[in-house]
Every structure is written in C-alpha cells, then in structure tokens.
C-alpha cells in the first residue's frame, strides 16, 4: 500500500520562523499547518482532553509510539506522525491555548500546531518496544505483501522495526538478514501462526526457508483511524444497547474504526470523550453518528429507536466489569474493602435481575434486532464485526477490516490482573444468577436467536 501524503524532510529548513519564545521551550516548534480532516497526514494515536492537555503531554505520547511528530489542534486534541503536513499557514492560524497550559500554542480550528518530539520527559512512561506477533509462512508475492524493505548484514528486530516504525507501518517482518514493512491484508492476515522452531535457524537457512519472524511495531495502524460524523442525518436510528459491564464501549471502539463514523450515547463521559469517542458530546439524538449507546430498557426507551444491535455479555463477567468500574473508574479495579462490605452482595442482588430484564424487554419491543454475543466478537472477530457493519448498512473493505482486528483492544480495556483476586459470588449469588441465564437463554431460543454461548449456561 502506497504511503499517503507529501512526505518533507525532517531538517530545520522545513521549520517555520518567528515561533514566539515560550513556544519553543516546550520543545522543537515546527509550525502551523492546514488539516480539514479528511486525509490527515498525522493519523496515529489520536486522543482528546477537554482540561488537560499540554504540549508535554502530546509530545509524550507519540514519543512513547515512536513517532517523530506531534500535532495538537483545538486546544485540546493530539494527533501523532512521522511526516510533516502537507500545507503550512501563517503562525498566527494556530491562535488557540492549550486547555491545561496557559501561554502556549495548540492549532485551532482545523490548524495543526506542530512540534517535534524530543526525547521522553523525565518520569514518562518508556518509549514501546516491538512485540513479538509469531512465525508465519510467507506469502505467495512478497512484493505486493511487503511494500517496504531493508537489507542489511546483522540486522535486529530493533533495527527492522525502528526502520518500519519510521514508515509508519504497523508490522516488522523479519527473514534473516531481510526487514520487510507490512500491513494485515488478505493474503498475509496472521491467522495461522507455525511452530517457532521453524523461524528460529540461523540467518542464511531462515532466508532460504518459507518462513519469517513478525512483530508489531509501536506505530498505529492507520487504515482505520480516520473518523467523522455521517455527511447527512441517518434515516434509520440505531442502538447499540447492552447491560453495564458487556463491553460496550469496546464495540464502539470497533465499530468506529470499522465504519469510519463516530458513535454516539444516550448518556456523556468525558472520559470516553478524552479517549477520542467525539460522538461522545454530540446529543444523542443528532442522527450524525452510525449508532447510540444505551443501557437503557423498557418499552418508551426502546421503542424510540428504529433497530439495535443487542450486545450480550456473561453476567458473571458483566457484574464483576461493572462493580470495577463504579469503584474505580473505567480502568481500575475494585478494592478489597468493596468486594468484603455488603457493598457487593447489594449490588449483585440489584444488578443481576437488570441483567436479564434488558435482554427480555429488548427481545419484546425491539422493532429489528441483531443479537451480538460479546464471548463470540472477542473469539471471532472479524466474521462478526462484518455481520454487525452490514446491519448498519455500511460497506468496508476486507483490509480495514483487518486493520481494525490489529488495533482491536483500543485503549479501554483494564490490563492485566488484580493482585488479590477471590471468587467474589457465594453458592446463593450462584444460584440466583444462574436462574436468569436460563431465563434469557430459553427466551433468545423462543425468539429464534441462538441461545447463550454454552460456557456460561448451567448444565
């Protein structure tokens, strides 16, 4: 795939003069620059922060992904890349304040101040190294597979991926002493991994042999960042709805990248906003976002809405997801003290019941469902985020597809595990469950969807 975009050399003559003093403390100011948003030239790592954000704080960011420039338009959005926008203006375009940093300059409306990223700030978190993504067979044309190479004598993942990072591709294919630069497409779409034996010979045999060493590279995938409202207000009002805790806004997330078109919500967290959800503050009932999240049920809320998709999760997973996020917020974890006081017993007695009565109501006044199993979307992404764009009534190529299943886990999802983790229900928060998983399994089988995913329904 062919690089977008004017690419311009990194030296100082293509820095602009007359960058006020204050402005060049923060660090290297290349400029202001035009981005109408359409086809941006720095597309990577993309998030907003209505009060927060400083010059520091983006620079920071794309360092930490290895990119060479940072972006900031607005006053409070951040965007990252390796090549220089294609059109610069007057410095005096760039005219709005950072909204956590008085005195210093980020963009304006559609304007792009620009700054070089320097090296980590003190106390930053580390700049990403590559990971490790398998051994695969090489494709058949590994000149259409590899758009971009490099050979050279005693070449390192380090080096190969540095070298592809400064690309912007996400992929590090190594063969021996060859680096090859790569996307997920079709015909090299890292499904069937081999034994890593067969990448693990010495440099002379792995380039003779079939096979090559892949790893992801800091940088986005950038086939599927590009977002933006619906150019006409929707005709058909869609929700996606789900029960708190089902991973709705991991949905989102997918959905989004999927269609190019922002969700929207029936509620506003600025958290999801800050995190590049920018459907998030328009109202909910716009119709200029692709669909709405809910967690809403009964007939009047239900029956606003011409169609939904129906996000179900585990409710065992769902009240534990749910209970984490009212203590400690979308990416924390529940203290000890909250899963021991009657806190937890309360909420599951509550919360267990709603579990089931919005899958019910939805099945009764839903006008056009589709029934997504959250277990199924994580276990077989891209049939089922396909089956999810087509009822949206959106055409997306089988490559964006691919790009979203390689930026599939966004950044919202809580990472790793609690150092104390016990079983949090009693045999009598068991039993009550359970009786509800039959309740909505028998119920999703008399209305002709497939019942629940046979982990979790009792046997």
Known sequence: ??????C?????????????????????????????????????????DLRKMTVSHCQDACAERSYVYAGLE??????????????????????????????????????????????????????????????????????????????????????????CSQKEFPLAILRGWECYCAYPTPQF?????????????????????????????PVQ?????????????????????????????????LIEHATGFYTGSYYFDGTLYNKGFKGEKDHWRSRRTICVKTHESGRREIEMFDSAILLIRNPYRSLVAEFNRKCAGHLGYAADRNWKSKEWPDFVNSYASWWSS????????????????????????????????????VSVSEERLLCVENNKEG????RGRRSHDPEPFTPEMKDLINGYIRTVDKALRDHNWTGLPREYVPR
């Open 189 to 217: 779409n890292l499904r069937d991994a081999m034994d890593s034996s067969l990448c693990g010979q010495d440099p002379e045999a792995q380039r003779l042999a079939e096979y090559c060493e892949v790893y992801q590279t």
């Open 411 to 414: 950044s919202f999802r809580r």
């Open 221 to 253: 995938d950038t086939r599927c960042t590009d977002r933006r409202f619906l150019p006409n207000k929707s005709k058909v009002f869609v929700a996606l709805s789900s029960f708190p805790g089902a991973g709705n806004t991991w949905a989102r997330h």
């Open 358 to 393: 919005h899958v019910l109501d939805w099945l009764k006044y839903g006008k056009r469902l589709l029934v997504v199993h959250y277990e199924e979307l994580r276990r077989s992404l891209v049939p089922t985020l396909r089956e999810m764009v087509a009822f949206l009534n």
């Open 1 to 6: 795939m062919a690089e977008q975009g004017r």
């Open 74 to 163: 607005a006053g409070a959005e951040c965007y990252c890349g390796n090549r220089l926008p294609a059109t610069s203006v007057g410095l005096e375009e760039c005219s709005h304040e950072c909204k956590g940093e008085k005195g210093s300059v980020c963009g304006a409306v559609d304007r792009l101040s620009v700054y070089r990223v320097d090296e980590l700030q003190p106390g930053s978190r580390k700049r990403r190294t590559a990971t490790y993504r398998g051994c695969f067979q090489l494709p058949e044309n590994m000149t259409h597979a590899f758009p971009s190479s490099l050979i050279q004598a005693n070449v390192t993942v380090e080096t190969c991926s540095g070298f």
């Open 8 to 48: 311009c050399d990194l030296g100082a003559s293509g820095e602009q003069g007359g960058a006020p003093h204050w402005e060049k403390s923060l660090g290297t100011y290349i400029g202001c620059f035009s981005d109408d948003g359409h086809e941006r030239t720095l597309k990577g790592a993309v998030f907003y």
